[in-house]
């Protein structure tokens, strides 16, 4: 089955840019989509497809696509963009297409 | 408004059964896939069930075998019945709906605690 593998921990400074990763196999030519999830919280999509934004995330939060990574950039980070994020593909061409990562935790220093 | 609304979580005994409800209110539940997703303690988040428009369903190899996603159109509502339960089955449970043009999970419940413990 299709894995993605994102690092356990990122960190950064208020106001910097932050960059979370999601490594997999071709992932360029898959749809990812992330989530935020902060404690205590259900997951919230922040992007989709790749780098679509649904109504209501800041422009700081974007993502891109290419080879086997995948990126969520947050720019001028803010304390209350420290969550944890996942990334997701859906694989149609199996059984058991939804596949998350493991999840990064993105702290601000 | 489109909210999703799951209950059923509890605390049960390794091998017994739990059937899990997920309310819709603002969209019908046969109107596109929706999809189970849950969280372990301290853990990420684990896919598990999916039931498309059209009445498909497909499991995480985890759960295949024991778990069971269906949907009652005339309650608008979703189901997870889970049977022959495991302590690792303990964790959050979100029922989540796609969004109409991607699949991804737009839209989340605020998710039920089920605990496998003897």
């Known amino acids: 089955s299709y894995v993605l593998t994102q690092p356990p921990s990122v960190s950064v400074a208020p106001g910097q840019t932050a960059r979370i990763f999601c490594g997999g196999n071709?992932?360029?030519?898959?749809?990812v989509n992330w989530y935020q999830q902060k404690p205590g919280q259900a997951p919230v999509l922040v992007v989709y497809?790749?780098?679509d934004r649904p109504s209501g995330i800041p422009e700081r939060l974007s993502g891109s696509n290419s080879g086997d990574t995948a990126t969520l950039t947050i720019r001028r980070v803010e304390a209350g963009d420290e969550a944890d994020y996942y990334c997701?593909?859906?694989?149609?061409?199996?059984?058991?297409?939804?596949?998350f990562g493991g999840g990064t935790k993105l702290t601000v220093l | 408004e489109l909210q999703l609304l799951e209950t059923g979580g509890g605390l049960i005994q390794p091998g017994g059964s739990l059937r899990l409800s997920c309310v819709a209110s603002?969209?019908?539940?046969?109107?596109?896939?929706m999809t189970w997703v849950r969280q372990a303690p301290g853990k990420g988040l684990e896919w598990l069930s999916v039931i498309y428009a059209g009445g498909n369903t497909y499991y995480a190899d985890s759960v295949k075998g024991r778990f069971t996603i269906s949907r009652d159109n005339s309650k608008n509502t979703l189901f997870l019945q889970m049977n022959n339960l495991r302590v690792e089955d303990t964790a959050v449970y979100y029922c989540?709906?796609?969004?109409?043009?991607?699949?991804?999970?737009?839209?989340w419940g605020q998710g039920t605690l089920v605990t496998v413990s003897s």
């Open positions: 071709n992932i360029g030519g898959r749809s």
């Open positions: 497809d790749d780098s």
């Open positions: 603002g969209f019908t539940v046969n109107s596109n896939y």
């Open positions: 989540a709906r796609g969004l109409s043009y991607s699949y991804a999970f737009g839209y």
């Open positions: 997701q593909v859906w694989d149609s061409s199996t059984d058991h297409p939804g596949v």
